[in-house]
């Protein structure tokens, strides 16, 4: 690239990989793929965005309020110490821009979301990985793995793709073991469908250098539109607002946000419909002598013998027209990850797997 050099880590890059989306020949094509609600969005999101279409020709607001306001009243949080972004991932760009640059250390869990490498080099940092112990995180394992250079740890809870979540007694004690200079992340994404959970609220309204961020993309329905939040100390807060772009988020994006997030019934039902699929799922799994793991998303990390039968299991379910997700790049090639769709589709992937299993 001649005399003109990028920034220091930015090459080493690998390019995110998404879950499929297509199985040529085919236009019925049942996406499980991607965490994605079986049920969509919910009506009140888009009917607030048709009608905020009438107002693309205005700028957006660039304070978020509307929608923090309503974060801060749905989960009762102070509306100041919330920052919005275009999807969780922008705020968790916000954070790892913000706070490391080259020299400095991005720790996260050995099966972390395969966006955390890709932050920690965008920011010039270095990734560093943390072993886990049986798919779990292991908080001493994290805590050993602190260094000087540590400067933020980046945590999904529920973890994807693992699908396994640790209690919030062993968070706070992370939280509390890390030194002071060292930003706890806890990446929410899958929060609605722990039962009883809470995303790490607690911590980042107590603690001094605990976030928590949370997305519109999984029980919202909304992947599409980019919308995610972020919920710490002020402080912190403030320093990730002066590198968010101050029109970051369109009118359609806030206008659809705000609904969603006052539509707590949507989260309920969605929830709970989650959690009896679920359910039914990985019993199926297990009877076919297929392992998982309990999961805590909306998804089942279902662990085959060795590659080669997660790839029969998976052709079998692309013959059906069923897509999941590979997870080989998070180190598991004997994996397939199979987002729980509502009771039909559930049934259809039980099915596929019960024939591909009896050979019939
Ligand atoms: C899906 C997911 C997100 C959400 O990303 P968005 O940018 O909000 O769409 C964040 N973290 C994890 C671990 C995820 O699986």
Redesign the pocket.
């Known amino acids: 690239m001649s005399q003109i050099t990028p920034q220091p880590g930015i090459l080493d890059i690998d390019l995110y990989v998404g879950g499929k989306s297509t199985l040529s020949g085919r236009d019925d094509v049942l996406k499980l793929s ?2 994605e609600n079986p049920l969509g969005a919910p009506a009140s999101a888009t009917n607030a965005l048709t009608e905020a279409a009438t107002g693309v020709h205005l700028y957006p607001s660039t304070d978020h309020a509307g929608l923090r306001a309503a974060i801060g009243d749905v989960w009762n949080l102070d509306p100041e110490r919330v920052i919005c ?8 760009q916000f954070v790892t821009q913000a706070f490391s640059g080259p020299g400095d250390e991005i720790l996260y869990p050995e099966h ?2 395969s ?1 955390y490498p890709i932050l920690a080099k965008m920011a010039g940092a270095t990734p560093v990985i943390a072993p886990e112990t049986d798919r779990i995180v292991d908080v001493d394992a994290m805590l050993a793995a602190v260094t000087k250079q540590t400067r933020v740890v980046l945590l ?1 809870n529920p ?3 693992t699908g396994t979540m640790i209690s919030e007694s062993d968070l706070a004690r992370l939280a509390d073991g890390l030194p002071e200079y060292v930003i706890l992340v806890i ?4 929060t609605e469908y722990a039962d009883g959970y809470d995303g790490g609220a607690a911590l980042a309204r107590t603690r001094p250098n605990v976030l928590m ?6 029980i919202y329905g909304l ?1 599409g539109l ?3 939040w972020g919920y710490g100390p002020k402080d912190l807060i403030d320093v990730m607002t002066r590198i968010r772009q101050p029109f970051n988020l369109s009118v359609v994006q806030l206008a659809a946000a705000e609904a969603a997030v006052r539509d707590t019934q949507w989260v309920k039902d969605c929830a709970a419909l989650n959690a009896d699929q679920r359910a039914r799922l990985v019993g199926a799994l297990r009877q076919l002598g297929v392992f998982c793991d309990d999961p805590h ?1 909306n998804f089942v990390l279902a662990r085959f013998a060795d590659s080669s039968e997660a790839d029969n299991a998976e052709a079998a379910l692309n013959a059906d027209g069923i897509l999941v997700r590979r997870v080989a790049g998070y180190g598991f090639p004997e994996a397939l990850r199979i987002t729980v769709g509502d009771a039909d589709q559930t049934g259809r992937v039980i099915d596929v797997l019960r024939q591909w299993r009896s050979g019939t």
């Open positions: 991607s965490n972004g275009v999807g969780s991932d922008e705020v968790l972390g979301f966006m999904a973890a994807n793709p990446d929410g994404a899958y961020t949370r997305t519109f993309s999984k992947g980019r919308i995610g998303g």
